[in-house]
């Protein structure tokens, strides 16, 4: 399956601080998706985006999450104001839309202190 | 409703052996049952998946087991190898293009030489 890549692999942040994850996806992927998995634990849903925009969100993706594809390529999820409890793995999915199949990316590791 | 049990949390094996997953899900809409398979630092690697259709399906050494009525499922692996070992997921999703994963717990497996 073809590689996604996800930057930057580690980021440590200061509690308060923006940041922002990257996913490049294939072209031909309609949906995308992002997810976290805090150390220990199980993967959790964030948000979907498909055409541009979000087609489903969670319970955890509050107003200090954001996500867009700014230039038809990147995939970002931002964070605005980050706080400890967003420590964690954060992966980049896609799916074709033509089969229930979503592919995931090598994970950003991101470290609040 | 939405949650999917899996168990147990881990299991060890030795070589050769079956270890088998579990899983139980509440919400009768899903149709899309996969299992990932990940690697410490990795992201989740997508292994096999069923639908309700049919009440089993086997790639490789690979196998599950669906049994709609009672809303669980399993994952079998046989000849276990010490590559093997990692930590699985189950999954479950309603069939919708771009419908968000929801994850078991995981186990972590341990297949010993």
């Known amino acids: 399956e073809p590689e996604v890549t996800q930057t930057p692999s580690h980021q440590v942040t200061q509690m308060g601080q923006e940041v922002i994850l990257r996913c490049v996806p294939i072209?031909?992927?309609?949906?995308f998706y992002w997810y976290r998995q805090i150390l220990g634990q199980k993967v959790e849903f964030l948000v979907s985006?498909?055409?541009?925009?979000?087609?489903?969100k969670s319970e955890i993706f509050d107003d200090q999450f954001s996500v867009e594809r700014p230039d038809g390529s990147n995939f970002t999820l931002k964070i605005r104001s980050t706080k400890l409890e967003d420590s964690a793995m954060y992966f980049c999915?896609?799916?074709?839309?033509?089969?229930?199949?979503?592919?995931f990316g090598p994970g950003t590791r991101l470290t609040v202190t | 409703q939405q949650q999917v049990k899996q168990s147990p949390q881990s299991l060890i094996v030795q070589k050769g052996g079956i270890p088998i997953i579990n899983c139980a899900y509440e919400n009768t809409a899903f149709d899309y049952f996969p299992w990932y398979q990940q690697f410490p630092g990795k992201g989740p690697a997508l292994l096999i998946a069923i639908r309700p259709d049919v009440s089993e399906k086997k790639e490789g050494r690979f196998t599950i087991s669906f049994n709609k009525s009672a809303k669980q499922f399993s994952l079998h692996i046989m000849d276990s190898q010490p590559g093997d070992s990692a930590t699985y997921f189950c999954?479950?999703?309603?069939?919708?293009?771009?419908?968000?994963?929801?994850f078991g717990e995981g186990t972590q497996l341990t297949v010993n030489p």
């Open positions: 072209s031909n992927h309609l949906y």
């Open positions: 999915a896609r799916a074709t839309g033509s089969s229930d199949e979503q592919y």
């Open positions: 999954a479950a999703s309603m069939w919708r293009s771009g419908s968000r994963l929801t």
């Open positions: 985006f498909y055409n541009n925009e979000i087609s489903e």
